[in-house]
Nanobody, 123 residues
Framework: QVQLVESGGGLVQAGGSLRLSCAGS????????MGWFRQAPGKEREFVVV????????YYADSVKGRFTISRDNAKNTVYLQMNSLKPEDMAVYYC????????????????WGQGTQVTVSS
């Protein structure tokens, strides 16, 4: 079993930055595919970035490419999402997710989810 807890959300002005954290417990992330997803009010949940450090790949949504970066700290069993140049359209609840399998952008294939953290971007 894996437990995920996100933190780091908040209110930021457009153009600003935030770093989200996803702390895991129960198992180490090493062999898991990790992903960040987001859901804005009235919209479906969408993938932001998914990554497998086992095979060394990461896929970013076009809307965040070049602005967001996923990383991890093995010692802390924590995954991060650095978000720069934030835009009002980035405002959403951000979720961390994990799956014991290959990289997928389909949120329905993820087994473990955090509770979400709100990111609010003011224009």
């Amino acid at each position: 079993q894996v437990q995920l807890v996100e933190s780091g959300g908040g209110l930021v002005q457009a153009g600003g930055s935030l770093r989200l954290s996803c702390a895991g417990s129960g198992r180490t992330f090493g062999s898991f595919t990790m992903g960040w997803f987001r859901q804005a009010p009235g919209k479906e949940r969408e993938f932001v970035v998914v990554s497998s450090w086992t095979v060394g790949i990461a896929y970013y949504a076009d809307s965040v490419k070049g602005r967001f970066t996923i990383s991890r700290d093995n010692a802390k069993n924590t995954v991060y999402l650095q978000m720069n140049s934030l835009k009002p359209e980035d405002m959403a609840v951000y979720y961390c997710a994990a799956r014991a399998g290959y990289v997928s952008i389909n949120d329905a294939t993820y087994d473990y989810w955090g509770q979400g953290t709100q990111v609010t971007v003011s224009s």
